[in-house]
């Protein structure tokens, strides 16, 4: 079972915190809570039964054993909270891109590489027009044509938002469909479609927090024992 992976997760972030050198990892929480409480299991009942859908095995195991959001890669995993009217979110920059209520639609992801390079092709460009208003025009319809096509809602249905890398650069977690438990980099910011990281959620968080334990100096708790 994946909450075997999760075994001692908890503590290790933790005590990271407390490390001399965690000033150096990049991103890392400073001066508030480090990790949020895990969920209970009624909890992640009531939030899948919100979405429609069975969150991926390693990440409803982290929120089960680690904590509901808080410390991970670049600026930590965007928290899912329940508001006072019973409805569930995920809570960072960006974290509002996620759609609950579609999270059981299998995810696409991405445009094909032929309709990227088109559109932006079709990008117009301010040496070609005589008059600033012609221009601005253009590039306003270009912009409105970008948003429904390249940042349409389409392509991250069925996939939760769950962090931010900075410069509006994030990275998404498959829910359903065939990438089901795998994270995806969202580089559209850069008018880049996104991309499979080729992790899992587990691969990607571990991988996290080994590389800031070595940066930090940590010792891991479980390695004192």
């Avoid at 759609?99 to 639609?105: M, V």
């Avoid at 992801?109 to 088109?118: D, I, K, L």
């Amino acid at each position: 079972m994946s909450a075997d992976i999760w075994a001692g997760v908890r503590e290790r972030v933790l005590a990271l915190a407390k490390s001399p050198g965690v000033a150096e990892v990049f991103g890392f929480p400073r001066g508030g809570r480090v990790l949020e409480d895990p969920l209970t299991e009624a909890e992640l009942a009531d939030l899948e039964r919100f979405c429609g859908a069975r969150l991926p095995e390693e990440y409803r195991d982290f929120l089960l054993h680690v904590g509901a959001g808080g410390a991970g890669p670049a600026y930590g995993v965007f928290p899912v909270r329940r508001g006072d009217d019973g409805a569930w979110a995920w809570h960072g920059d960006g974290g509002n891109m996620t759609l609950p209520r579609r999270l059981a639609e299998p995810f696409g992801g991405r445009m094909t590489p032929e309709e990227v390079e088109a559109l932006l092709a079709d990008q117009p460009d301010e040496e070609s027009y005589e008059d600033v208003d012609a221009f601005d025009a253009a590039y306003e319809a270009w912009e409105e044509r970008l948003l429904a096509t390249l940042w349409s809602y389409d392509h991250t249905a069925g996939a939760i938002c769950l962090c931010d890398l900075g410069c509006a650069q994030r990275q998404w977690l498959a829910v359903s469909g065939p990438e089901r438990g795998r994270m995806w980099d969202d580089a559209r910011c850069d008018h880049m479609d996104l991309e499979p990281l080729g992790v899992t959620f587990a691969q990607w968080y571990l991988g996290w927090l080994e590389e800031a334990e070595r940066t930090a100096g940590a010792v891991s708790p479980s390695a004192t024992r």
